[in-house]
């Protein structure tokens, strides 16, 4: 199956820095997905991605299909923007596949 | 409407016990999947339903039988789980079809195995 690999697996930031999360994948996907865990579990859409640049608000995201990768940025972070980002990829139907997660703090 | 209601919210049940997972979405969706998230790892897929047909099965154990009576709704009986068993249960709605669209989760249900 495909691997999906998200790096940092954590990160600390002071509140107001910036941020980019990565998302690389092993084989070609016809879907991406970012989302955002909240402490209490639900998994909060940020975008739909499977190819170009996407913003809403203060994050942007990127996919780069023929390079096998996307890139979640955060920028001015706020303490509520603290829990897991998880990127997940489907390449085969409906099988989306989760990437291991980045886990960030925002300390204010 | 992009909202997936999930319920219960909480769930504690003894190993002998036998409970159902409840799962809607009104958005027209016809594929509906079943994750389980343990602590501190990613979701992994468990089923998959696609028109209202188990379509995907991930060797997941027969003490975990899915139902799907009908489009917009989705439920996983349990019986005679484990303690390993305890996890976050989530379920997911996309369009369906090839191309499966954005999925969109619910709340998740939240099982303790005493």
């Known amino acids: 199956g495909i691997q999906v690999e998200q790096s940092p697996p954590d990160l600390i930031l002071q509140e107001g820095a910036n941020s980019t999360l990565r998302c690389n994948f092993s084989?070609?996907?016809?879907?991406l997905q970012w989302f955002h865990q909240n402490p209490w579990g639900q998994l909060i859409n940020l975008f739909y991605?499977?190819?170009g640049t996407k913003q809403n608000g203060r994050l942007s995201a990127t996919t780069v299909a023929t390079e096998r990768y996307s890139l979640l940025y955060i920028s001015s972070s706020q303490t509520t923007d603290s829990g897991v980002y998880f990127c997940?990829?489907?390449?085969?139907?409906?099988?989306?596949?989760f990437g291991g997660g980045t886990r960030l703090m925002v300390k204010p | 409407d992009t909202e997936v209601t999930q319920t219960p919210k909480h769930l504690v049940m003894g190993m002998t016990n036998k409970k159902s997972l409840k799962c809607e979405q009104h958005?027209?969706?016809?594929?509906m999947y079943w994750y389980k998230q343990k602590a501190k790892k990613p979701p992994e897929l468990m089923f998959v339903?696609?028109?209202?047909?188990?379509?995907i099965n991930e060797s997941v154990p027969s003490r975990f039988s899915p139902e799907c009576p009908n489009s917009s709704l989705l439920n996983l009986h349990l019986h005679a789980l484990q303690p390993e068993d305890s996890a976050l249960y989530l379920c997911?709605?996309?369009?369906?079809?090839?191309?499966?669209?954005?999925?969109?989760f619910g709340e998740g249900s939240r099982l303790t195995v005493l």
């Open positions: 991605i499977p190819s």
């Open positions: 339903y696609s028109y209202e047909k188990l379509s």
């Open positions: 997940a990829v489907a390449w085969a139907g409906n099988m989306l596949t």
């Open positions: 997911a709605s996309s369009r369906g079809g090839g191309n499966t669209g954005e999925l969109f």
């Open positions: 958005m027209g969706h016809r594929a």
């Open positions: 084989d070609s996907v016809n879907n």
